[in-house]
T-cell receptor, first 115, second 116 residues
Framework: TQLLEQSPQFLSIQEGENLTVYCNSS?????LQWYRQEPGEGPVLLVTVVTGGEVKKLKRLTFQFGDARKDSSLHITAAQPGDTGLYLC???????????????FGKGITLSVRP | ETGVTQTPRHLVMGMTNKKSLKCEQHLGHNAMYWYKQSAKKPLELMFV???????ENNSVPSRFSPECPNSSHLFLHLHTLQPEDSALYLC???????????????FGEGSRLTVL
């Protein structure tokens, strides 16, 4: 079983602050996805990173895939109350045999941004 | 609106009841999934269907019985559940991941199940 450890588990910050959260594993992934889940909703994909060292930006969110493709970070600049939610990372193992790719999810990071 | 609709949103059932969860996707995807989300645990994959065929059963107890009549509809039939089965059950769909594709999942809003 490939485990994805997300940290910190809980984070409560003031509007306007910056933050970085992490997703770590001992396994190498073919790609890694970040989802955000708001209360009462299902997870929604934010980004997929594929190449080691890749950096992707989505407005105030910056995602980085580690060089070895084992870990990822999410940095949020000037957090807003609308950023509140559960942030899930999911690592994908892709099989060239044509079988289903496997997505392994972390437990998630609960972020609360206070106005 | 993600294009994946789940009903009911909330369900309370006794351990001897039989109920079903329904999922419908309007995205033209050919893979559908059931996930279980419990507090303080990672999302657990339960079942995967590709082109209506079950391709994954992740050691799920037989009291959970999936059904996929076509590529757009997925059911989860529930019977003689236990209180520890209380959780949020999420349905998702995706395009069948071929070579070079990444499996982006589109989730429904979930069905919150409480077993008394």
């Amino acid at each position: 079983t490939q485990l994805l450890e997300q940290s910190p588990q809980f984070l409560s910050i003031q509007e306007g602050e910056n933050l970085t959260v992490y997703c770590n594993s001992s396994s190498v992934f073919s790609s890694l996805q970040w989802y955000r889940q708001e209360p009462g909703e299902g997870p929604v994909l934010l980004v997929t990173v594929v190449t080691g060292g890749e950096v992707k930006k989505l407005k105030r969110l910056t995602f980085q895939f580690g060089d070895a493709r084992k870990d990822s970070s999410l940095h949020i600049t000037a957090a807003q109350p609308g950023d509140t939610g559960l942030y899930l990372c999911a690592g994908e193992h892709f099989f060239y045999t044509g079988a289903n790719s496997k997505l392994t999810f972390g437990k998630g990071i609960t972020l609360s941004v206070r106005p | 609106e993600t294009g994946v609709t789940q009903t009911p949103r909330h369900l309370v059932m006794g351990m001897t009841n039989k109920k079903s969860l329904k999922c419908e996707q309007h995205l033209g995807h050919n893979a559908m999934y059931w996930y279980k989300q419990s507090a303080k645990k990672p999302l657990e994959l339960m079942f995967v269907y590709n082109f209506k065929e079950q391709t994954e059963n992740n050691s799920v107890p037989s009291r959970f019985s999936p059904e996929c009549p076509n590529s757009s509809h997925l059911f989860l039939h529930l019977h003689t559940l236990q209180p520890e089965d209380s959780a949020l059950y999420l349905c998702a769909s995706s395009q069948h991941p071929g070579l070079g594709n990444t499996g982006e999942l589109f989730f429904g809003e979930g069905s919150r199940l409480t077993v008394l």
